[in-house]
């Protein structure tokens, strides 16, 4: 990409950067970038490492003049190793993953040598990356909107069901994010193993699988190409992932995901270990698990719960409501958090700043017949609040919940997705608004959408129940609308103002 471009980019960056921090939420944050990144030290340009030939070249320090060019200046020696490092030397060019100049992050920086000339160095190219917020929720917001199934490599589709023995099946696990920090989000998706998918008498532990995860760079227009070159070794083996959630848990500006996984969804219930599917400095993914232990993780979110800088993680499971707290590195201890009435029935969590206090809240949900969904708030913990479910849904088990002012009166509503509960387990597909008014009461529910024959098997061949939600201005008329985050099934809730949604199929 040009350097005019790219400064027409970030302008046009900068401006949406500017009307999405107005129009949507005060509260996303970027997490504290770690030291290992490359930086602006007054005009001198650190990189911490380059990769220089076969070595490692460690505080290599350039000065960068008026015209922008800079000259080497000083180092502090070298390792005959290859390392991770955030840039390298290579004909003729110095290539920085990222570089941290204090009111900005740039990435894929380009200088070139300049001919003739004592070290200096000329700037090339350089990217915007889009950055991920230390909230996972606000990561789910993104300008794609594509059908899960379609979007998958169809060769890459056929040999992981040939050499996994699994059914093209289910697809819980998709996360968006700029993995090569180009300006553009990229997904990961990973999907489950559920045998044949027939009618699953062939689920069983003994058959069991774990599967690959994929990784689909965008190359605009809808298009996404499979790439397996971002993993330091071989793709991530996932254990049926109920959930991806996306983070930069080690602060590195390259963002994260944490495989939010079930393991084996049967009896005995063996669970999974959670696994971090983490980057290092120089942008290459591995795979990290976080806990020595297996649990049924069904649901997680991140936040900054401790206001120290980083991204913690909050996962329901079957052992209880689990805090994983981030030493900013991603390296996490785990706790068992009582801050809810009732443990039983949450299978489901997200984390947001409900009463837009600044402070971050937990939101839990799951089998509402059970319990129903609580709000913890911030930065204690202590107080907090049970929303009812309309009747039609009081039974039920909710999917999702997303947060969004979808009547413009400057108060959050709830938009949930829920299914069938105890008697009617996940058949069935509705969508529910939960309005509060100023002092955040509940005020109404309005059921939007309600669809009882979505009964759907695990093979997508006919719709079932929704997962997750997506909210976004669709029809770009300044409402927002509410979609089935996975195309697939294409259902849209146009928004049409005054609290009435319209609903189209695409
Ligand atoms: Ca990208
Ligand atoms: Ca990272
Ligand atoms: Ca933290
Ligand atoms: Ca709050």
Not at 76 to 90: N, R, W, Y
Not at 217 to 243: H, S, V, W
Not at 466 to 476: G, H, Q, R, S, V
Request: contains cysteine; aromatic residues 12%.
């Amino acid at each position: 990409m040009s350097y005019k471009f790219n400064i027409n980019q970030k302008l046009s960056t900068l401006l949406l950067i500017c009307i999405i921090s107005i129009s949507l939420n005060p509260a996303t944050s970027i997490a504290e970038i770690s030291d290992e990144v490359a930086y602006m030290d007054g005009d001198l340009l650190v990189l911490p490492q380059i990769v220089i030939g076969k070595n490692t070249w460690f505080n290599v320090s350039l000065e960068k003049h008026s015209d922008g060019n800079l000259t080497l200046v000083s180092h502090e020696g070298k390792t005959k190793k290859i390392l991770p490092s955030v840039a390298i030397f290579k004909k003729g060019r110095i290539y920085i993953n990222v570089l941290n100049d204090a009111d900005e992050i740039i990435s894929n920086v380009r200088y070139k040598y300049i001919a003739g000339t004592e070290y200096q160095f000329k700037l090339e190219s350089f990217d915007t990356p889009l950055l991920t917020s230390d909230i996972s929720f606000e990561n789910r917001k993104t300008n794609l909107w594509v059908d899960y199934v379609t979007v998958r490599d169809p060769i890459i589709r056929e040999k992981i069901s040939k050499d996994y023995e699994t059914c093209d099946c289910e697809y819980y696990g998709v996360g968006y994010a700029d993995f090569d920090l180009d300006g553009d989000d990229d997904l990961l998706i990973s999907t489950v193993w559920w045998g044949d998918g027939i009618d699953l008498s062939d689920y069983t532990l003994e058959n069991y699988r774990t599967i690959p995860i994929e990784m689909y760079l965008n190359k605009g227009k809808d298009a996404f190409e499979y790439t397996e070159n971002l993993f330091i070794n071989t793709p991530t083996l996932a254990d049926t992932t109920r959930r991806v959630i996306v983070s930069d848990f080690n602060n590195d500006v390259y963002p994260d995901f944490l495989l939010v996984a079930t393991g084996f969804d049967a009896k005995p219930y063996p669970g999974a270990t959670p696994t971090l599917v983490i980057s290092d400095i120089s942008g290459n993914y591995y795979s990290r698990k976080i806990d020595n232990k297996q649990h049924f993780l069904h649901g997680a979110a991140s936040g900054d719960i401790d206001s120290d800088g980083d991204s913690d993680i909050v996962a329901t499971s079957f052992d209880g409501v689990l805090l994983y707290e981030n030493d900013g590195n991603g390296n996490f201890s785990k706790s068992t958090i009582d801050y809810f009435k009732d443990k039983y029935g949450i299978f489901h969590v997200e984390i947001f700043d409900f009463n837009d206090d600044s402070y971050l809240d937990i939101i839990t949900t799951g089998h509402v017949w059970k319990t129903n969904t609580q709000i913890v708030f911030g930065p204690d913990f202590v107080n907090g609040m049970e929303i009812n479910n309309s009747e039609l849904t009081q039974n039920h088990v909710v999917n999702d919940i997303q947060f969004a002012d979808l009547d413009g009166d400057g108060i959050n509503e709830i938009i949930q997705s829920t299914t069938g509960g105890e008697s009617e387990f996940y058949q069935g597909a509705y969508i529910e608004i939960i309005y509060f008014d100023e002092e955040m009461n509940q005020e109404s529910n309005q059921i939007v959408y309600e669809n009882p024959d979505r009964r759907g098997g695990v093979d997508r061949t006919s719709p079932k129940w929704i997962w997750w939600l997506k909210i976004a201005d669709i029809d770009e008329d300044g409402n927002l609308d509410i979609m089935e985050d996975d195309k697939h099934d294409g259902t849209i809730l146009l928004n049409t103002g005054n609290r009435n949604f319209v609903l189209r199929t695409e």
